[in-house]
């Protein structure tokens, strides 16, 4: 459920800012880029599923075991049908910074990157600078306009919708035991999605 804050002028104009860049034509100079990440627990079949045959479905049997935890950064350019997807060992700044490098490659000739985010620690200038110090981190970190939801108004961010998209179509019911196994879903659900162009409108 999503939990609307006091409407106070803060939110609020943080809100309109967001409001405001999506509602710009799409521009390749200056595309909108949305960025979330999504906690994926890993889980392992305890018994190996057993094979559908004539007259009877597949099935998998209810325990499992855990296997840990992982993170995927999406990003999605919603009115060019542009997505990105990052398999992480976690969210934590080093990985994130990695991730808008990532991202700033595939807009050489873009003036700026509008970014929207949410409000958490990692997303920020400092993620870049200390990764790649004062200099390539700030480069790189300008090559964005950020713009960040308001507290409690993450839902404004359309990068929920690409997560609910890669939760849906990409981890759906199955389970994933490893990281190199969630990076290589990620990677077909993220190749076949691009292929195809799909907005957020």
Not at 41 to 59: E, K, S, T
Request: hydrophobic share 35%; net charge negative.
């Amino acid at each position: 459920m999503w939990c609307i804050a006091e409407l106070d002028e803060e939110y609020i104009a943080c809100m309109e800012d967001v409001l405001a860049v999506y509602e710009q034509p799409h521009c390749e100079e200056e595309p909108v880029v949305c960025v979330d990440e999504k906690p994926v627990v890993l889980h392992a079949d305890v018994r190996p599923p057993r094979p559908a045959r004539p007259g009877r479905i597949a099935r998998r049997d209810s325990e499992y075991r855990r296997e840990g935890t992982a993170n995927v950064f999406c990003g999605v350019e919603p009115k060019a049908g542009r997505h990105f997807t990052r398999v992480t060992p976690n969210r934590s700044s080093p990985q994130f910074a990695d991730f808008l490098v990532e991202i700033a490659s595939q807009y050489p000739k873009a003036k700026t990157i509008h970014l929207v985010m949410d409000n958490l620690s990692s997303h920020t200038r400092k993620a870049l600078t200390d990764s790649f110090g004062e200099q390539i981190g700030g480069w790189i970190w300008n090559r964005f306009t950020p713009h960040y939801t308001p507290k409690h108004g993450s839902w404004l961010n359309q990068a929920e919708i690409e997560i609910g998209l890669f939760s849906r179509q990409c981890l759906g019911e199955r389970r994933i035991p490893t990281l190199q196994d969630l990076e290589r879903e990620a990677g077909a659900w993220n190749e076949t999605i691009n292929r195809h162009r799909v907005l957020i409108h």
